[in-house]
């Protein structure tokens, strides 16, 4: 696997004072992974490591820089910066970038290493541990989970058996209003994740605009906090 650094974006030099503690803010960079660009966030100190999957196109469109050009408003791109702030290496996937050679790069900054992955973005992450990435656990946000989910293309049917399945951590919303990811595909996949699977159910929070989309129940507004904490703390 041959992984080029685009360009290390330099610490921000600022220190902000919170009760008499200081904390050095991190940047963005940009770095290529099997010919794909990525964006990583990396304490000097990392404790684990969590690869982030956005959903919809996945696009996020890495610029030379760190910055994150497209999905900005996706749960797990408004979050980035919150897991590197629990001592997390973060990696934000583009679509294209494989999930293997993904897991790989983060394993060689810091294990264990977690995918977490939200709508369409689980879909992303069954088809990459399908062709072999072995991450060491999986959290799955506003999943497509089985068909009782909404659709025929779910974590289940890509995988295919739960032997594959790594740990997981299920995260959703009781309330999530996509016809995709309907909460009552929760329960059949937990059940044949034959004990690989636990849930973590949320309510609450603000639901706008499209159902499927990030400010409402289903991209978890107004509970980024809770959804951070759970998928940080499962390792």
């Known amino acids: 696997m041959i992984v080029t650094r685009i360009r290390i974006a330099s610490l921000v030099a600022t220190l902000a004072i919170f009760g008499g503690n200081c904390r050095i803010a991190l940047a963005d960079e940009t770095v ?19 690869i982030l999957m956005p959903g919809g196109s996945g696009a996020i469109s890495p610029g030379e820089h760190g910055e994150i050009n497209g999905l900005k408003g996706n749960q797990l791109v408004r979050t980035r910066s919150a897991y590197a702030a629990r001592g997390l290496a973060v990696l934000v ?14 394993a060689a900054i810091k294990r264990p290493v977690t995918v977490v992955a939200t709508s369409r973005g689980t879909q ?27 659709s025929g293309s779910n974590v289940m049917s890509i995988i295919g058996s739960p032997s594959a399945l790594p740990r997981t951590l299920v995260i959703h919303h009781r309330n999530d209003g996509c016809k995709f990811t309907a909460p009552a595909g929760v329960d059949p996949f937990v059940k ?30 107004g509970l980024d906090g809770q959804v951070v904490g759970l998928a940080a703390g499962f390792r």
């Open 124 to 150: 992303r992450a069954a088809e990459g541990i399908a062709r072999g990435a072995r991450p060491d656990a999986l959290v799955l946000t506003s999943g497509f989970l089985s068909a009782e989910s909404g």
């Open 192 to 221: 044949w994740s034959a004990g690989r699977a636990r849930v973590a159910w949320l309510s609450g929070g603000r639901n706008d605009g499209d159902p499927c989309e990030a400010r409402g129940y289903h991209g978890f507004s």
């Open 93 to 106: 996937m583009d679509a294209g970038t494989d999930l293997s050679s993904a897991v790989q790069y983060m």
């Open 32 to 50: 290529t992974i099997g010919g794909s660009r990525a964006v990583l966030i990396k304490p000097a100190s990392p404790r684990a490591s969590v």
